[in-house]
């Protein structure tokens, strides 16, 4: 069987997988991104709010906190140097009964613990919106949306610049620890032939696969996925919207929110329900659910108007609500594990890929 030799393979062209491969190309020579399907982010990265995050919910100095806050800069200044699609519109986090503003005071108090310090109770320009219903209303300047697949286009292009070799529809099929590294038996999908990948430094940045793949590299069940499913439904109303309002967060979400895309369409989303499987389909019985929900800050809603759009699914780790980034570490080789991997991941992406470099740096890989 061929053998091909690398300095270092990134299992996943999500925007995990290129945003890592963008940043280990400048440090690596022979860096190759393998992928399964036959273009770039497809999978969990296109399937999502495309929410610029401001680091609100996270608990304090968690992972999802540091890299959210960090990434969110990174991530305004990468699409600035780079005039990508984005827009910082700014959202409003909206309580409806006094419960709920006791805890949409708690959120701002967590928030400026991690280091978010421009929240402001400031409901002026939400007025502008009669159709909203809210007792107090947080809102948050730095949040915004942008274009996910023009930026994950550039990563991708930032690493082939670089020498960085992208190999689409070849997934990998296992990984073997060698006496020297990794040996990883690959699958090119459009010839059907099989192949090795040697390394010494190996991501595993795969999203919804990531756990199995780290489990049966290890050969136990060490890390328990479980999949929440999230649905959108584009809204064909008159109203018009220029921020993002959100209701509460829930245990698996940030809550089912407005959200904008660059257009200006509005659409809902995410729902958040436990799934077995990985198809994207939409339960047309989940509708009066989603509805409700809605409902509670946008009374007037109309079923009719809301239409079908699409669903993606989150990564989630059992018993563990942040992000985990797994090293296992040997004299001579890396296998990095990227897990639980879900919202912020498109805002902490870059940070996220400083984060993993630096680690490596300073085991000496
Ligand atoms: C409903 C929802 C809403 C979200 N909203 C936001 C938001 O508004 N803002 C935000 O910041 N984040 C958001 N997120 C989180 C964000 O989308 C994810 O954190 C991020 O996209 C995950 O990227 P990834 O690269 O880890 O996974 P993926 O994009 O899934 O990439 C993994 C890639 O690995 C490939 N792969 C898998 N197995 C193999 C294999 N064996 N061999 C080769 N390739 C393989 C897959 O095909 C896939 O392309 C949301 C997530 C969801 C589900």
Redesign the pocket.
């Known amino acids: 069987m061929e053998k091909i030799q690398s300095d270092c393979l990134i299992?996943?062209?999500?925007?995990?997988?290129l945003a890592i491969a963008q940043s280990l190309v400048k440090q690596y020579k022979n860096v190759f991104l393998?992928?399964?399907?036959n273009s770039?982010?497809?999978?969990?990265?296109?399937?999502?709010?495309?929410?610029?995050?401001a680091g609100i919910y996270y608990k304090k100095n968690s992972l999802k906190a540091k890299l959210c806050v960090e990434g969110k800069h990174l991530l305004y200044d990468y699409l600035n140097k780079n005039k990508l699609p984005f827009k910082k519109c700014g959202k409003f986090v909206v309580s409806v009964n006094d419960q709920e503003t006791k805890k949409l005071h708690e959120i701002k108090n967590n928030a400026l613990e991690c280091g978010v310090e421009d929240l402001e109770f400031n409901d002026s320009e939400l007025l502008k919106y009669p159709f909203i219903k809210f007792s107090e209303a947080l809102y948050s300047p730095s949040s915004g949306i942008f274009d996910s697949q023009a930026f994950m286009m550039s990563l991708k292009n930032e690493f082939e610049q670089n020498g960085g070799l992208v190999l689409l529809s070849?997934?990998?099929l296992k990984i073997e620890k060698s006496a020297t590294g990794f040996e990883v038996l690959v699958k090119d999908k459009n010839t059907g032939e099989v192949f090795i990948i040697k390394t010494n430094l190996l991501i595993n940045?795969?999203?919804?696969?990531?756990a199995r793949?780290a489990n049966d590299y290890y050969g136990e069940e060490k890390f328990k996925n479980k999949y929440i499913k999230?649905e959108y439904y584009s809204y064909q109303g008159k109203e018009q919207l220029g921020h993002l309002i959100y209701p509460l967060p829930t245990e698996n979400s940030l809550g089912l929110h407005a959200t904008l895309d660059l257009g200006k369409g509005i659409r809902f989303?995410?729902s958040a329900y436990l799934t077995n499987e990985i198809h994207y389909s939409l339960d047309k019985n989940n509708k009066d659910l989603f509805l409700k929900k809605i409902k509670s800050y946008w009374p007037s809603i109309i079923k009719e108007n809301l239409l079908p759009a699409y669903s993606?699914?989150?990564?989630i780790l059992e018993g563990q609500d942040d992000f985990l980034i797994d090293f296992s570490e040997n004299t001579e080789s890396l296998l990095v594990n990227?897990l639980g991997?879900?919202?912020?991941?498109?805002?902490?992406s870059l940070a996220l890929a400083k984060y993993i470099k630096s680690n490596i740096s300073y085991i000496g890989i």
């Open positions: 299992i996943g062209g999500g925007v995990a997988g393998i992928e399964k399907n770039l982010g497809q999978e969990v990265s296109s399937r999502n709010s495309e929410v610029i995050h070849n997934v990998s940045s795969s999203g919804l696969n990531a793949i999230g989303g995410p993606g699914i989150r990564p990227v991997y879900a919202s912020p991941g498109l805002t902490s």
